[in-house]
């Protein structure tokens, strides 16, 4: 399969880089993830009931598509969603542990609960976006660019599947992440 | 070039191998039970659980170990699933023609109560590549985990990996155990039963959570083998809600139509659709929706939560086999705590077994995250 | 502080209403729907929890949760009526 890159988006606790270039970074003492969505205009308030790796891969979402540019929002079921990282979901299942660790404090919390799955992100990306594509989350015991073409490849074998917004989300803590996410496009020609 | 599955296992509380798991199922057995006060917690619940004096006789006297560390129940459950399947098999699971591709929803998450948890082991990614080094075998192991899809998205994983020629054979892995972690998940989310599910019925109140592990090995080959064959496979998103199905099944509708249009094959040709069943409210009326709209109501369906409950990860491997398995006998078993329909289209849901003649079937599943999944098996041959 | 006042706090804090203040939110205004908040049924559930963990109030059935939770003037009714602590 033929595939080329448009548009790459990194994004770390000190920066922002989209397309290679340094857009954005962090000042001490502030939240950085807030600022950017503040930043950006992105007036989605369900942001701020997302978990840390719901977050991350919104805000990089959010950067890369605004950077596709064109219409955005209609239902379309030939882009896929495809992310990758190595702890899953672990920062929504220390905070849920938390919920449920003292026998005399058991509270378990609903909306914790449901961040501790890694697909919620793919899930996210998906209703803000509205794709009706392929989603899906893959973790890999490492981060390994080959590994993840791989599957990249393997995902445009789905004959709807036209491009994939694809890439490494990874958030262990909420000051601990690291995201490189691009859109791969089906190469025609 | 076909996709043909040579070898398969069951670890669950029905049973260790695939046959044991078709008896209970054909005797109508449901290894569900109700505990009072499970883990100490503080609720009852109805759960199956995986026996651990047998899990752990059976892993001493068939799993090579050349260590001595000692293993999770998931580990174990993972490791001898595994180890019976390619028992079964002439593969050379150390070849790097062989890929390893584990299912699992949350691992070994219950370590994460221990005093100083080891966080390395509690991604699932951890355990698949204990398993592909425990068999020797140099590729990075996948793990797909998108919630309760996840089993079979392994299997469409497997799928492409061989057809694209990457590989020629995938041993795909399907597990995940119960722990207070996912129990107390579940019940914060008021999804839970106190009572037996009741699957695609007017009084449903809940599923059931289960564990098991299941293994299927399939392998490229050529056109004139007989066996089972994965004819189609396709995940799509409602992008509509995190946790709750979409109410017109769009997803599902989605993936109904792609795989029947790709598989080649038409509604006359399918024994049943065994489909996911949970019995929530808005599951199971999900599911009669998409059905319906992609013009699948003639077809029998049946779900297998009440033998075994949700198994999580292992849910889309383990159904996916006991459904071949029943096939072969031409039998459609029987769904399980079915009563009177209590979904708004009509499915053709029955309590009882029924006999066909047919050898091909759809195979179902939708999750949180939105995410749903079918795929197309046929049997040749049998 | 108005046992109405309180629950608003609680409540932004609970279901994480970042741009909110207890004075964005109408003693009367529907808390679920496009209208009001636009709460979800995630938060209906957390909102039981906040219920159960402050005010010891127990709520087998989210579907009874329509009506407590249709406003904040509905909720503080219900858990005046209600609490056990």
Not at chain 1, 153 to 165: G, I, K, P
Not at chain 2, 68 to 97: G, H, I, M, N, P
Not at chain 2, 270 to 278: I, K, R, S, Y
Not at chain 2, 356 to 364: D, E, N, S, Y
């Amino acid at each position: 399969m033929n595939t080329m890159v448009k548009h790459t988006v990194k994004l770390t606790p000190n920066y922002l880089e989209v397309n290679g270039k340094r857009v954005a970074e962090t000042v001490a003492g502030e939240s950085f993830l807030t600022k950017l969505y503040r930043l950006y205009n992105m007036e989605y308030p369900k942001f701020f009931k997302m978990d840390v790796l719901c977050k991350v891969g919104f805000v990089a979402s959010e950067v890369l598509l605004g950077t596709e540019g064109g219409e955005r929002f209609v239902p379309r079921s030939d882009r896929a969603v495809l992310l990758f990282n190595r702890h899953s979901s672990l920062h929504a299942d220390s905070t849920f542990q938390h919920t449920i660790a003292n026998p005399d404090e058991f509270y378990p919390s609903p909306s914790v609960f449901v961040y501790t799955l890694p697909n919620i992100v793919t899930g996210e990306i998906a209703i803000r976006n509205k794709y009706q594509g392929e989603s899906s989350f893959i973790l890999l015991p490492e981060k390994s660019e080959e590994a993840m073409d791989q599957a990249v490849a393997r995902a445009f074998m789905d004959r709807e599947t036209t491009s994939v917004l694809t890439g490494w989300v990874e958030a262990v803590s909420e000051t601990e992440y690291e995201v490189e996410m691009e859109l791969r496009m089906k190469n025609d020609e | 070039m076909i996709i043909r599955k040579i070898a398969e296992n069951i670890v669950s509380p029905l049973g260790f191998t695939t046959e044991e798991n078709f008896a209970s199922v054909m005797a109508g057995r449901t290894a569900l039970r109700r505990y009072y006060s499970l883990w100490d917690l503080p609720f009852s619940c109805f759960v199956s659980l995986i026996p651990d004096e047998r899990l752990d006789a059976e892993f001493e006297a068939q799993v090579p170990c050349f260590t001595t560390a000692v293993y999770t129940k998931f580990e174990k459950c993972v490791l001898l699933s595994a180890t019976k399947a390619l028992k079964q098999c002439e593969l050379d699971a150390a070849s790097d023609r062989v890929v390893f591709i584990l299912s699992s929803t949350k691992g070994n998450v219950s370590l994460l109560s221990d005093e100083n948890p080891d966080i390395e082991r509690v991604t699932p990614a951890h355990t698949a590549q204990l398993v592909a080094r425990h068999f020797h075998n140099p590729n990075i192991p996948i793990t797909v985990s998108n919630a309760c899809i996840s089993g079979l998205c392994a299997q469409i994983e497997a799928y492409r990996c061989l057809m694209s020629g990457q590989y020629n054979a995938a041993v795909v892995i399907g597990a995940d155990v119960l722990s207070p972690f996912i129990v107390a998940g579940f019940q914060s989310l008021k999804a839970l039963s106190d009572e037996q599910c009741r699957p695609f019925s007017a009084n449903r109140k809940g599923l059931n959570l289960g564990e098991a592990a299941a293994t299927v090995v399939y392998s490229v080959d050529d056109d004139a083998a007989d066996g089972w064959r994965m004819l189609a496979g396709a995940v799509r998103n409602d992008a509509n809600h995190i946790s709750g199905p979409s109410r017109t099944g769009e997803g599902s509708y989605q993936t109904l139509t792609a795989v029947i249009r790709d598989s080649g094959l038409s509604t006359n040709d399918l024994a049943c659709l065994n489909v996911h069943g949970t019995s929530t409210l808005y599951n199971d009326e999900m599911e009669s929706i998409a059905i319906n709209r992609a013009g699948l109501n003639p077809v029998p369906v049946n779900a297998m939560k009440g033998y075994y409950g949700h198994t999580l990860g292992a849910a889309g491997i383990l159904e996916t086999l006991l459904t071949m398995r029943a096939l072969e006998d031409g039998i459609v078993p029987a769904t399980r705590g079915f009563d009177e329909l209590g979904v708004s289209n009509p499915v053709l849901v029955s309590s009882e077994s029924l006999d066909t003649q047919k050898r091909a079937f759809v195979k179902l599943l939708s999750g949180f995250g939105g995410c749903n999944a079918a795929a197309v098996f046929k049997g040749y041959g049998l | 502080m108005e046992l109405t006042e309180e629950l608003k706090t609680k409540m932004i804090e609970a279901l994480n209403l970042e741009e909110m203040t207890p004075a964005d939110i109408d003693d009367n205004a529907p808390l679920f729907g496009d209208e009001g908040l636009g709460l979800d049924s995630i938060d209906v559930l957390e909102l039981i929890v906040l219920l159960e963990r402050n005010y010891g109030i127990k709520i087998a059935d989210p579907k009874q949760g329509k009506e407590i939770f249709a406003s904040v003037r509905t909720m503080a009714d219900y858990v005046a009526a209600n609490r056990t602590k």
